[in-house]
């Protein structure tokens, strides 16, 4: 009772001095990729310099912010599920605003008013400046749908808030959106046209996040490769930064086939504090499927890029995506996609079976033709096929050692400590001595699994 009191005095005395959003509590919920948790790091920096309080226990929260992603079905799903979920506090909780942003939002705004029609607001990508009014308005009963794409946006005035991150690494975008037009995918859709930030900007985030204490910058992009800002490219971009941000590790994803340049590898090369990794997905191994998918590259295009990348910096790992069960795959095509991941051997991949969105090219223009018991069946040859070659390749890395950077406690083992390499494999230790976390160590591997090198410290 009291509560209930003190609450509604609150409410009187802020709505008399137009302070509304004080006695909000906000919580983001993340779906899907990289720049979706940057993009919820920008919200929360935009939503906690209008003096709204961040809370991580959405029951603490009164007003709750979904942040989804509409590349395949399932994710889309989950956000349904979740909406459902909280229609019931919605119907309890008067004061309780639940709002809707990102790719979805951008890409089915009227669809979740009408079918979710206890949402208050919808806003995609490129309209969060306007979350706060939205907010406001929702206490006032205004509905909100802000899905405007602004090629001109990059939220270059915003330090985004890094409270999805570990306290060790963050993400920087360096661009938003995308021009490629891969047949299948709802990217350029809902994220709009590619633009990419002035490198100062760039540059200023990374020096603020190193002043909080970040070790680890991983600077992403749908296609980091076509980063450009006036005479500056991607090589040169990462270039300033190793200078500038000598103790920093730099990370980078993702980079497109057919637009990585030697000029990036040798940059990667060059560089201690560039992190050997490559993140470059293949798709296909079939030059027919690569070609209805518009990846604008070949099978022998790909292979000679790994090539380079194998021959310019000879520790670097490679991870890919991979997509099977894609408009009139044969199984010829298929084996296609078997043959080039054994003549590559990722380090790592993630595997997806081809699901139609609605809005892309192939969804209006090709068939999706292919069984889904064989999509099924082809996933998981995929993935058993990855299980094997990810072994394969961790296994060359017993009898090294590797700098580790220090993340924290082993999940499955408090006294032992994880970490990363810098080809991004997670290596699990045992020391003598407590680590710190955010420290770097020298780590000899023993042994590994399929996803882990496991090591002692040494000196
Ligand atoms: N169906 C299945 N997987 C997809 N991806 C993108 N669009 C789709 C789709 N419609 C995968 C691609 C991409 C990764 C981010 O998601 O492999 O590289
Ligand atoms: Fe989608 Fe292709 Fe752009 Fe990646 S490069 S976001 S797969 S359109």
Same mark, same amino acid.
């Given at each position: 009772m009291l509560n209930l009191i003190s609450r509604l005095l609150a409410f009187f005395f802020c709505y008399e001095y137009n302070n509304f959003e004080h006695m909000y509590q906000f919580y983001i919920e993340t779906y899907g990729c990289q720049m979706n948790v940057y993009d919820s790091e920008l919200i929360s920096s935009i939503l906690i310099s209008s003096d709204f309080k961040q809370t991580h226990d959405d029951r603490q929260a009164n007003v709750i912010i979904i942040n989804t992603c509409s590349i395949r079905k399932t994710a889309e799903d989950k956000v349904f599920n979740r909406l459902k979920h909280f229609e019931s506090r919605k119907?309890?909780?008067?004061?309780?605003?639940?709002?809707?942003?990102?790719?979805?939002?951008?890409?089915?705004?009227?669809?979740?008013?009408?079918?979710?029609?206890?949402?208050? #607001?919808?806003?995609?990508?490129? +309209?969060?400046?306007?979350?706060?009014?939205?907010?406001?308005?929702?206490?006032?009963?205004?509905?909100?749908?802000k899905t405007v794409l602004n090629s001109n946006e990059t939220y270059e005035d915003i330090i985004p808030h890094h409270f999805l991150s570990n306290g060790i690494s963050t993400y920087?975008?360096? %661009?938003?959106?995308?021009?490629? #037009?891969?047949?299948?995918?709802?990217?350029?859709?809902?994220?709009?046209? +590619?633009? /990419?930030?002035?490198? +100062?900007?760039?540059?200023?985030e990374i020096e603020k996040a190193l002043l909080k204490g970040i070790k680890e910058i991983i600077l992403i992009g749908q296609n980091v490769d076509s980063y450009r800002y006036e005479e500056v490219d991607f090589a040169d971009l990462l270039q300033r930064i190793a200078i500038n941000f000598p103790g920093m590790r730099i990370r980078f994803s993702t980079n497109h086939p057919k637009d990585i340049s030697n000029k990036v590898l040798e940059t990667v090369a060059k560089y201690p504090n560039i992190c050997k990794h490559i993140h470059l997905p293949v798709q296909?191994?079939?030059?027919?499927?690569?070609?209805?998918?518009?990846?604008?590259?070949?099978?022998?295009?790909?292979?000679?890029?790994?090539?380079?990348?194998?021959?310019?910096?000879? /520790?670097?790992?490679?991870? %890919?995506?991979?997509?099977?069960?894609?408009?009139?795959?044969?199984?010829?095509? #298929?084996?296609? %996609?078997?043959?080039?991941?054994?003549?590559?051997?990722?380090?790592?991949? #993630?595997?997806?079976?081809?699901n139609p969105r609605e809005g892309t090219y192939a969804y209006y223009n090709l068939k999706d033709n292919v069984p889904e018991e064989i999509k099924i069946e082809r996933l998981k040859k995929v993935i058993n096929l990855q299980n094997k070659l990810g072994l394969?390749?961790?296994?060359?890395?017993?009898?090294? %050692?590797? +700098?580790?950077?220090?993340?924290g406690t082993s999940k499955k083992n408090k006294s032992e400590y994880m970490g990363r390499n810098s080809q991004n494999k997670v290596v699990v230790f045992s020391s003598p001595v407590p680590i710190e976390k955010g420290t770097y160590v020298n780590v000899f591997i023993e042994k590994v699994t399929s996803a882990t090198l496991i090591g002692k410290i040494i000196k």
């Open positions: 119907k309890k909780k008067k004061d309780f605003i639940l709002g809707v942003v990102g790719c979805m939002a951008q890409r089915i705004k009227e669809d979740i008013i009408n079918n979710f029609p206890f949402v208050d #607001f919808v806003i995609g990508p490129d +309209e969060y400046h306007n979350i706060v009014k939205a907010i406001i308005d929702s206490t006032q009963g205004i509905k909100s749908i920087v975008a360096i %661009t938003r959106g995308c021009e490629n #037009f891969c047949s299948y995918c709802i990217v350029p859709y809902v994220r709009g046209k +590619e633009r /990419s930030k002035k490198p +100062e900007v760039i540059l200023k296909s191994g079939s030059n027919k499927i690569l070609a209805l998918m518009n990846r604008k590259y070949t099978r022998e295009y790909y292979l000679e890029r790994i090539k380079a990348i194998k021959k310019i910096i000879p /520790s670097c790992a490679i991870t %890919t995506d991979i997509m099977v069960g894609f408009c009139n795959e044969t199984d010829e095509d #298929f084996k296609e %996609t078997l043959s080039l991941m054994n003549e590559v051997i990722f380090d790592h991949a #993630f595997m997806f079976k081809y394969l390749s961790k296994k060359n890395d017993i009898g090294k %050692t590797y +700098e580790v950077l220090v993340e």
